[in-house]
């Protein structure tokens, strides 16, 4: 038996008038994107300012006939109309009539072709930058577009889509990394209709290292290593061996032991991030299982580093055994040259448990 589609939602019309209003304030730039608690304004750019240039914008899209999608600067109880003409912008307004899509598509083309700057412009909610300029300066608010953020979000989205499907070569092309930053809190909807789409950030990689496949076999069959710096280790050693320590009683001795305890486990997370870049981005070259699925470590590294490497290897007990794991790792850096260790065996444990708390 099959399962019965879900209705579609129902359409609410609105009139030309109220169309033909909402229209007229949309913008390319927001004042609520920079602040949301600034008051209400923005700019649009008419098509006429399209500019040939190498960097991307909202100007240099018009000039190669790109729009970008514009943004209402009224407050939330108008999400209707505007999610209206956006579904009509987009070709999935399921429900509305011909006569109402062409009559939004043509208001929306005719105001592409004026300027408006609606709204205080000289505010103290909007975050400035001063540029010199004769002698002085001007206040300079950035503005994002949030059309330009939709248009790159569908490009992202696409490109997974192909990745997910393997219509692109295997191992040449790779996710794009994006990061979640709260534009609007709980209901962006409250500054925009595709403020939402502000809060995909996406994350700039620098170039892949040219990595040996000697050294991705080294990861896949040894782990990361847990290589602390010359610096780090020196200074910790330093420390211990030239003061005298009380463990138990100085609290000057117990933050400073707590910061190098940071430290340390910042850099094994460091090493875990690193190895994790490595793997993914060489995985093509890795040995497979019996399903064909690159496989990231051999059976011969130890359970407790894949936790460094992969979040979801990190079981409840992971912490209690990586804190042992890297006590023992600076135990045996900070060993002097003839085998003796600056870290008692009561210290150690104290050590391991601090650690605990910090991964």
């Known amino acids: 038996m099959t399962k019965e589609k879900a209705p579609a939602p129902s359409w609410n019309s609105f009139k030309d008038e109220e169309y033909s209003d909402a229209i007229a304030k949309m913008v390319h730039q927001s004042f609520k994107q920079v602040n949301t608690n600034a008051d209400a304004g923005g700019v649009r750019i008419s098509t006429d300012r399209a500019m040939q240039s190498r960097y991307i914008c909202v100007r240099s899209l018009m000039a190669r006939g790109i729009e970008a999608p514009l943004e209402r600067i009224t407050g939330a109880a108008t999400n209707k109309i505007y999610s209206n003409i956006r579904d009509i912008e987009n070709g999935v307004a399921e429900g509305a009539k011909r006569k109402e899509q062409k009559f939004v598509r043509q208001?929306?083309?005719?105001?592409?072709?004026?300027?408006?700057?609606?709204?205080?412009?000289?505010s103290p909610r909007l975050?400035?930058?001063?540029?010199?300029?004769?002698?002085?300066?001007?206040?300079?608010?950035?503005?994002?577009?949030?059309?330009?953020?939709?248009?790159?979000d569908n490009a992202r989205r696409a490109h997974h889509e192909l990745i997910k499907n393997k219509a692109l070569p295997e191992g040449k092309y790779h996710f794009v990394r994006v990061a979640e930053m709260p534009v609007g809190g709980a209901n962006p909807a409250n500054i925009g209709t595709h403020a939402v789409r502000l809060q995909q950030i996406i994350m700039s990689s620098f170039p892949i290292a040219n990595v040996s496949i000697k050294r991705v076999n080294a990861v896949h069959h040894r782990g990361p290593r847990m290589m602390f710096t010359r610096e780090l280790i020196s200074a910790y050693f330093?420390?211990?061996?030239?003061?005298?320590?009380?463990?138990?009683?100085?609290m000057e001795d117990r933050a400073t032991h707590k910061a190098f305890m940071t430290r340390f486990?910042?850099?094994?997370?460091?090493?875990?991030?690193?190895?994790?870049?490595?793997l993914t981005n060489y995985k093509a070259k890795l040995?497979?299982?019996?399903?064909?699925n690159p496989k990231l470590f051999s059976e011969h590294v130890p359970v407790v580093l894949h936790g460094f490497v992969l979040r979801e290897a990190r079981t409840a007990d992971w912490k209690r055994e990586a804190a042992a794991y890297l006590g023992r790792t600076i135990r045996h850096k900070t060993e002097s040259s003839e085998g003796q260790t600056v870290v008692s065996q009561d210290e150690f444990n104290a050590m391991v448990s601090l650690l605990e708390d910090l991964l």
């Open 238 to 250: 330093g420390w211990r061996s030239g003061a005298k320590w009380a463990f138990d009683n100085r």
């Open 265 to 278: 486990v910042s850099e094994a997370y460091a090493r875990g991030a690193d190895a994790f870049e490595m």
């Open 107 to 122: 208001e929306l083309k005719s105001i592409r072709a004026t300027d408006m700057t609606v709204g205080d412009r000289i």
């Open 287 to 292: 040995p497979k299982d019996k399903d064909g």
């Open 127 to 152: 975050r400035q930058i001063l540029l010199p300029k004769d002698g002085g300066y001007i206040a300079v608010t950035p503005m994002s577009s949030v059309g330009l953020c939709v248009l790159f």
